[in-house]
């Protein structure tokens, strides 16, 4: 899930509590520090999972890890840098503030501390590089999360015969037809309360990723592709052939912005589902209905939005948290090392949460639900991987007018004309 999309920061008692707090790294020198602190914002049972496979691999070499979770980790531990107070490594579900910290010095190098030739071989394609900066490595992708995952209950689309499609024009044949079996093919929401809007941008994201691949993607991110492109133009326009198409969506357009997203795919699980499809990403199954949850393998299907063209390049996107070292010395980066194991995850995995691992060597075994592994194998089989476009983009735009006016589009308050337009017109200057 998106961080700056869905996260709500912590009040300012809890954000001085937590800096008058310190960040316990230790004592001594670098050369002989045993104690390594973690920062990180990830939920608890992903942090117990992974504390207890490092604990023992961290002893053997003599060394301790103290893990801490801290809410508001983006805006803590950029102060915390720039105070000189940083722990020694920590994990940010946004690699454009590695990149900046990096590009003022404040962040260590991984490429003589990792094995990047190896780690390029275990690792799903592009999250090495999601943390690059002036052609070096800063970041090391430990969790991940996917996006752009179409969801669907699982007996009833197999009792109707329907199977997941292999191109985007067989994704709307799929839609039309199950419209022609009497069916309504997808529920859609966007309501978010003041974040209205972000799951539409999730939809034009996707697409175009997946018309434009990984290189247009990044181009687009930061304007030197603008939202006026016939690329975005594209993605709007199979994203209109979806939504706006009468009979394709439960409730029509006119729900669409209303209708709040958590609870929008729950209509599948219905006796005669109100919908067959809902796209979103993969912490959505944690909103479906606790009888669900319950059983959620023999309840729930799941496919990746499928590329423009059947056999064609086919990214994906999605989130994660990536760790750095902000206090380098040979403890830190020996710890570094650990994280960087294929079966660091493996605890993380079986005890209930929500982890992914980024590498696409990791045992899909090792996930307990079928639901998990089909979500991980969408990322593993990937040709490449980004990160939520409208996080990357700057505030006024990627949580302003991209939410506002994709809302507007949708409503019929504005056209497609008028809502790029006012997007482009939004981009800070320089």
């Known amino acids: 899930m998106s961080t700056r999309k869905l996260v709500v920061g912590v009040s300012a008692l809890s954000a001085l509590a937590l800096l008058a707090t310190g960040c316990a790294s230790g004592s001594g020198s670098a050369s002989d520090k045993k104690t390594i602190t973690i920062w990180t914002g990830m939920d608890q049972p992903i942090i117990d999972g992974l504390k207890a496979k490092l604990a023992p691999e961290a002893k053997a070499q003599g060394l301790t890890v103290e893990w801490r979770r801290v809410d508001n980790i983006n805006q803590l531990l950029v102060q915390k840098v720039q105070a000189g107070d940083a722990p020694d490594i920590a994990l940010l579900p946004q690699p454009g503030i590695v990149k900046d910290l990096a590009s003022k010095g404040k962040i260590t190098p991984l490429d003589d501390v990792l094995d990047l030739p190896a780690l390029s071989k275990s690792m799903t394609a592009g999250t090495l590089d999601v943390a690059k900066a002036g052609g070096k490595t800063y970041g090391l992708m430990v969790s991940m999360n996917v996006k752009g995952l179409v969801f669907y209950p699982k007996k009833a689309f197999e009792s109707a015969g329907y199977t997941a499609p292999k191109s985007l024009d067989e994704l709307n044949t799929l839609t039309a037809k199950i419209k022609a079996d009497g069916n309504t093919p997808w529920c859609l929401g966007i309501e978010s309360g003041t974040a209205t809007g972000w799951p539409a941008t999730d939809w ?3 697409l175009v990723l997946k018309y434009g691949g990984v290189d247009k993607y990044n ?6 592709v603008t939202f006026d492109s016939p690329l975005v133009r594209k993605a709007a326009a199979q994203f209109e052939k979806i939504a706006f198409t009468d009979g394709n969506v439960l409730g029509g357009r006119k729900s669409i912005a209303s209708n709040a997203f958590g609870t929008a795919g729950n209509a599948m699980f219905k006796s005669k589902p109100g919908c ?5 990403g993969s912490f959505i199954t944690g909103f479906f209905p606790k009888t669900v949850q319950k059983n959620l393998d023999s309840e729930v299907g799941v496919f990746g939005l499928p590329p423009a063209t059947a056999n064609g390049g086919n990214p994906v996107e999605g989130g994660g948290d990536t760790a750095s ?19 660091l995850g493996t605890t993380a995995a079986g005890n209930g949460s929500s982890f992914i691992s980024p590498h696409k060597d990791f045992p899909l075994s090792a996930y307990p639900l079928k639901t998990t592994q089909s979500v991980a194998k969408v ?3 990937s040709t490449g ?5 409208s996080d990357a983009m700057p505030t006024a735009v990627g949580t302003g007018t991209f939410w506002k006016d994709m809302t507007a ?11 790029l337009k006012n997007i482009d017109a939004s981009w800070p200057a320089g």
């Open 409 to 419: 589009w949708i409503t019929g308050g504005e056209s497609l004309d008028t809502a």
């Open 276 to 280: 067959y499809m809902y796209q979103q």
């Open 204 to 206: 034009i994201e996707n």
């Open 325 to 343: 070292i902000y206090k380098d010395s040979p403890a830190a980066r020996k710890v570094m090392k650990l994280l960087a194991a294929t079966d």
């Open 385 to 389: 991987f980004v990160f939520d476009g």
């Open 219 to 224: 181009e687009w991110i930061s304007h030197k």
């Open 379 to 381: 990322a593993y089989d």
